[in-house]
């Protein structure tokens, strides 16, 4: 049984961050995690939707047109763990607030609030997933650093997974932020 298309709503990487991202984790010699995201599949997930169940998609493309937002900077000022400290299921890069990143997420939500799909319940934490799965090794090795990066935001996505293609996170509707011209 194949497995249907999901779906989510993201920010892309821009690949010189990305490339940087990379050249970092490489630095620390990362073994204790099955998957590394590769520079040109990272992202900022805004919303997941999964699988499309209730056939929205075209729907939801359509709607995320009427985002209002200027471009905006985001930093990457950190590293942080989801899940046990000791054997977390993700490392990631974390993100200094950002008012203007929350917003576009808020207005994500309103805008497909008409549909079946819904936000994960979870606290949106905006991140940057450099290595998931964990696969075991020593705990203490665990501590990363990683140098500030500053990038705009010019733009988000939809993007399809595609779990056995490179890159897997390929968009399917770009959305460029209205530089106000």
Request: charged fraction near 30%; avoid cysteine; proline fraction near 7%.
């Amino acid at each position: 049984m194949t497995m249907k298309p999901h779906y989510f709503i993201g920010i892309k990487i821009p690949s010189a961050i990305a490339e940087k991202l990379d050249e970092e984790r490489r630095s620390w010699n990362l073994q204790s995690h099955k998957r590394q995201t590769p520079p040109e599949d990272m992202h900022i997930t805004l919303l997941f939707i999964g699988e499309d169940v209730h056939d929205e998609i075209d729907q939801a493309e359509k709607l995320l047109a009427g985002i209002d937002q200027q471009p905006f900077s985001l930093m990457v000022d950190g590293i942080k763990k989801f899940g046990n400290p000791a054997t977390p299921r993700v490392i990631y890069a974390s993100l200094e607030d950002s008012r203007e990143l929350e917003e576009l997420q808020r207005q994500i939500l309103e805008n497909l609030k008409t549909l079946q799909i819904r936000p994960d319940s979870k606290k949106f934490v905006p991140h940057i997933t450099l290595a998931s799965k964990w696969a075991g090794g020593d705990p203490e090795e665990l501590r990363f650093s990683i140098g500030q990066m500053q990038f705009e935001v010019t733009e988000f996505s939809l993007f399809r997974i595609a779990p056995m293609e490179n890159p897997r996170y390929q968009k399917i509707a770009n959305y460029p932020l209205d530089a106000g011209i």
